[in-house]
């Protein structure tokens, strides 16, 4: 297992944070993103969190970001405010090392302080992932059938939601 600090994201972060999200998107169905978001982009979801509570955390191993963490609005309703959305991803290299449930962890501590529900929708078949969700608590609320399309396939979405 590699050893991570894991800590606040910074804006300094953003570019390796972009890095490893432009991975999923890519090579994965893990994200429905057809084309990694924009430097922009990553400033103002970043920005908005910031403003509105939702913990962003890194994980860092020698000085370098190999993933992160976050939650983010749910949906723009008022009634949904005090639900989040969860997400994480690791850098390629460090899968499967003992760095995601820490950093997915302390994500989920931080967002207890401002939210009593954190949801989070996974692209089926992901073993590695629902193995996380549930290891954290998260149990399975429902499956959307077919709901995406990426890398010549249809896409199942399981839903998995935890009471903070």
């Known amino acids: 297992m590699t050893s991570a600090l894991n800590r606040a994201a910074t804006e300094a972060d953003l570019p390796a944070i972009a890095r490893t999200y432009a991975h999923y998107v890519h090579e994965t169905y893990a994200t429905f993103d057809l084309e990694p978001p924009s430097t922009e982009t990553w400033h103002a979801r970043w920005e908005a969190a910031q403003r509105s509570g939702h913990p962003w955390l890194v994980a ?3 000085g370098a970001v190999v993933g992160y963490a976050t939650t983010s ?3 723009p309703k008022p009634a ?3 639900t989040a959305e969860a997400t994480i991803y ?12 820490p950093l997915y962890g ?3 501590r931080e967002a207890a302080d401002r939210f009593h529900m954190v949801v989070a929708g996974i692209a089926l078949p992901n073993e ?7 290891a954290l608590g998260f149990t399975l609320v429902g499956t959307f059938a ?5 890398l010549g396939a249809w896409r199942d979405v399981g839903w998995w939601q935890l009471r903070l």
């Open 60 to 62: 860092e191993v020698d």
């Open 80 to 82: 949904y405010d005090t």
């Open 90 to 101: 690791l850098d390629p290299s460090v899968t499967g090392q003992g760095l995601g449930r």
């Open 73 to 75: 609005r749910h949906r």
């Open 128 to 134: 590695p992932s629902v193995a996380l969700h549930e």
């Open 106 to 108: 302390a994500t989920l």
């Open 146 to 150: 077919e709901v995406g399309h990426k």
